[in-house]
């Protein structure tokens, strides 16, 4: 790479050569050609398609909100909405839907899709799913005149029909007064309950009641665990 | 008398290297791996919180998050019961751990692992649930 001239005054200096120089610059070249793949590659490798993850977040979001088209209330899904839910409410609920291919999964199995998924984004949600069962008891009042539901609803029909002679007054929720008649409570009645707290139901009346004359029919919640999977396509 | 010259040349080359692989090396590491699995952690820790939220209680209380922080007393009958509940509404990939005012329930939380984080504010003081990946 370096040659030595001789000069006139005697004193040789080395200097760079040609060839040198050429070496250089290819090698500079090859190192800024690996430099800018590089770089390329990296940046490729960031790319995390926040579209699909943000689109399926929020949906996901929606979908187990308290005022959202599937839940009763936050992230407990209520059964009959379920069954309802199909791809123009999914699309209703959640514009995106229409714009990109966006499937909804309960518990394995697949409740409304727009668009066909073939990889895409997943976004998992917990959610209880609830399905209401009425059902009825048959209290015996003949020696009490209280009765406890043995599940928390949030509303009760409560049937009196009374012997002759019987008056049933009034009939409270833990000391609450939801139905009363002064002269006399006969037929069916909704009440309201509380459904945060235990209900006991008490009637105040004058004569025998028996077992039978009064039916009280409540919703039983009957609540699974599942997981909601929305998945996300572009 | 010789006198050596250092080839500029080649200086120029190494300098040219050092930089151009210096800003290579910036863009490589400078852009951080995607970390996905933070917003789905989150999402499970929140739903935990909502479902501990919506459950009723076993024996007294609005609900089953109130009941567990009422009291220490009521903490410590809870506690198993609180454990398994979590357990099963969390899936069977996922460790947590849940902090209330009367203690903890749970795995003892990893360093460096990504986790996701719900707090829930209760008349009785605040219950952070912790969740990540086994």
Same mark, same amino acid.
């Given at each position: 790479?370096?040659?030595?001239?001789?000069?006139?005054?005697?004193?040789?200096r080395?200097?760079?050569s040609?060839?040198?120089l050429g070496?250089?610059?290819?090698?500079?070249?090859v190192?800024? #050609?690996?430099?800018? @793949?590089?770089?390329d590659?990296?940046?490729?490798?960031?790319d995390?398609?926040?579209? %699909?993850?943000? +689109?399926?977040?929020?949906?996901a979001d929606?979908l187990? @909100?308290?005022?959202?088209?599937?839940?009763a209330?936050?992230?407990?899904?209520? $059964?009959?909405r379920?069954d309802d839910?199909?791809?123009?409410?999914?699309e $209703?609920?959640?514009?995106p839907?229409?714009e990109?291919? +966006?499937?909804?999964?309960?518990a394995?199995?697949e409740? @409304?899709?727009?668009?066909?998924?073939?990889?895409?984004?997943?976004?998992?949600?917990? +959610?209880?799913?609830?399905?209401? %069962?009425s059902?009825?008891?048959?209290?015996?009042?003949?020696t009490?005149?209280?009765?406890?539901?043995?599940?928390?609803?949030?509303?009760?029909?409560?049937?009196?029909?009374?012997?002759?002679?019987?008056?049933?007054w009034?009939?409270r929720?833990?000391?609450?007064v939801v139905l009363?008649n002064?002269?006399?409570l006969?037929?069916?009645?909704?009440?309201s309950?509380?459904p945060?707290?235990?209900?006991?139901?008490?009637?105040?009346?004058?004569g025998?009641l028996?077992s #039978?004359n009064?039916?009280?029919?409540?919703? @039983?919640? $009957?609540?699974?665990? %599942?997981?909601? +999977?929305v998945?996300v396509?572009? | 008398m010789? *006198? =050596?010259?250092?080839?500029?040349s080649?200086?120029?080359v !190494?300098?040219?290297?050092?930089?151009?692989?210096?800003?290579?090396l910036g863009?490589?590491l400078g852009t951080? !791996?995607?970390?996905? &699995?933070?917003?789905?952690l989150? =999402?499970? !820790?929140?739903?935990?919180?909502?479902?501990?939220a919506?459950?009723?209680p076993?024996?007294s209380?609005a609900? *089953?998050?109130?009941?567990i922080?009422?009291?220490?007393?009521?903490?410590?009958?809870?506690r198993?019961a609180?454990?398994?509940?979590?357990?099963r509404?969390l899936p069977?990939n996922?460790l947590?751990?849940?902090?209330?005012p009367?203690?903890?329930v749970?795995?003892?939380?990893?360093?460096?692992?990504?986790t996701?984080? !719900?707090?829930?504010?209760?008349?009785?003081?605040?219950v &952070?649930?912790?969740?990540?990946? =086994?």
């Amino acid at each position: 790479m370096i040659t030595l001239n001789d000069r006139s005054d005697g004193v040789t200096r080395a200097q760079t050569s040609l060839p040198a120089l050429g070496v250089a610059l290819v090698l500079l070249t090859v190192v800024t #050609g690996l430099g800018v @793949a590089m770089a390329d590659t990296a940046i490729a490798g960031a790319d995390r398609t926040p579209d %699909e993850r943000r +689109v399926a977040a929020t949906i996901a979001d929606r979908l187990v @909100a308290a005022d959202g088209p599937l839940a009763a209330r936050s992230n407990v899904l209520n $059964q009959s909405r379920v069954d309802d839910f199909d791809q123009s409410a999914l699309e $209703q609920n959640a514009p995106p839907a229409s714009e990109y291919a +966006v499937s909804i999964e309960l518990a394995d199995e697949e409740i @409304a899709r727009s668009g066909t998924v073939h990889d895409g984004t997943r976004i998992s949600r917990l +959610v209880v799913v609830e399905s209401r %069962e009425s059902r009825t008891l048959t209290p015996d009042l003949a020696t009490t005149d209280a009765v406890t539901l043995p599940r928390r609803s949030a509303r009760a029909t409560v049937t009196i029909d009374p012997p002759s002679g019987t008056t049933v007054w009034t009939v409270r929720a833990n000391d609450r007064v939801v139905l009363h008649n002064r002269s006399g409570l006969d037929g069916s009645y909704e009440v309201s309950l509380v459904p945060y707290e235990t209900t006991e139901l008490r009637f105040q009346r004058a004569g025998r009641l028996e077992s #039978g004359n009064v039916t009280i029919g409540y919703d @039983a919640p $009957q609540s699974t665990k %599942e997981t909601l +999977v929305v998945t996300v396509d572009v | 008398m010789y *006198r =050596a010259q250092l080839p500029l040349s080649l200086v120029e080359v !190494a300098l040219g290297t050092v930089l151009i692989l210096g800003v290579a090396l910036g863009f490589a590491l400078g852009t951080p !791996a995607p970390d996905t &699995q933070e917003p789905q952690l989150d =999402a499970y !820790a929140s739903d935990t919180a909502a479902l501990l939220a919506n459950d009723p209680p076993r024996h007294s209380g609005a609900t *089953r998050l109130q009941e567990i922080v009422s009291s220490p007393t009521a903490f410590d009958r809870e506690r198993d019961a609180l454990s398994n509940r979590v357990a099963r509404i969390l899936p069977d990939n996922v460790l947590f751990r849940v902090e209330t005012p009367h203690g903890a329930v749970g795995t003892p939380t990893p360093q460096g692992v990504s986790t996701g984080t !719900a707090t829930v504010p209760t008349g009785h003081g605040s219950v &952070q649930i912790i969740v990540w990946y =086994a």
